[in-house]
């Protein structure tokens, strides 16, 4: 799991810390730092809860696992 906070749109409201404070933490400026950008899986559900309850939704989680483009149009075309 890989999260990201965008300071730009953090408030300071502080749920992040509170939810996931080995993830997160404040700046000087009171704004979001990130502790542990990717952070195991142990800590996904304070993660989320820290995601959900941001109330400018500065908290993203990313997939980390390889993304394949979708296929289209079912199985390969296998005769050429
Ligand atoms: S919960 Fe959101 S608004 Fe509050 S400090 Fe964390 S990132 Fe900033």
């Known amino acids: 799991m890989k999260v990201t906070a965008d ?3 953090c408030m300071a409201a502080g749920h992040c810390a509170i939810s996931a404070p080995d993830v997160f933490d404040h700046g000087e400026d009171g704004l979001v730092v990130v502790l542990d950008a990717e952070p195991g899986e142990q ?3 304070e993660v989320e ?3 959900d309850l941001c109330p400018s ?3 993203a989680i990313l997939r980390t696992a ?3 483009a979708p296929q289209e ?3 390969p075309d ?3």
């Open 57 to 59: 939704r500065a908290i």
């Open 49 to 51: 809860v820290a995601e």
């Open 73 to 75: 149009g079912g199985a």
């Open 78 to 80: 296998s005769a050429g």
């Open 7 to 9: 300071r730009s749109r």
């Open 43 to 45: 800590r996904r559900r």
């Open 66 to 68: 390889a993304v394949t």
